[in-house]
């Protein structure tokens, strides 16, 4: 899997781990538009990644070039209840934007709920 870009995740590695096999090998069968800048034509793209473990020591080391720089952060979550959401996971939350922030890579994350049965 070198040379793939990667895609971080944090959060509720339990809910990542139930999903990802999924993830990984539906993720490159699906096209994606791809809206480019400057008025050029959209494309479909196919898109293969590896993730990763969210790691600020790797973050802060940083990288040289292109290959193995993480491209996109992931925050997992299935919390339903506001107050657990007032009270833990939103600090959670913004203490991992402010990681990212500090450690200049806080311009592509996405925070993914997953709704569970219970």
């Known amino acids: 899997m070198a040379g793939l870009p990667v895609v971080s995740h944090a959060g509720d590695r339990s809910i ?5 096999s999924g993830i990984v090998s539906s993720l490159p069968t699906a096209a994606v538009e791809w809206k480019r ?4 034509t959209s494309k479909s ?3 293969e990644v590896q993730f990763q473990n969210f790691d600020v020591d790797l ?6 070039n292109l ?11 299935d919390c339903s209840d506001v107050d657990v959401y007032k009270n833990t996971l939103k600090d ?5 934007l402010g990681t990212l922030k500090k450690t200049g890579s806080s311009s592509d994350w996405l925070l993914v709920l997953v709704e569970t049965n219970s």
């Open 16 to 20: 990542f781990a139930r999903l990802e």
């Open 37 to 40: 800048s400057y008025g050029r």
């Open 45 to 47: 793209v196919y898109v």
């Open 59 to 64: 973050l802060l080391k940083g990288r040289k």
């Open 67 to 77: 290959i193995g720089q993480h491209v996109l952060h992931t925050y997992w979550t």
């Open 92 to 96: 959670e939350i913004l203490s991992w």
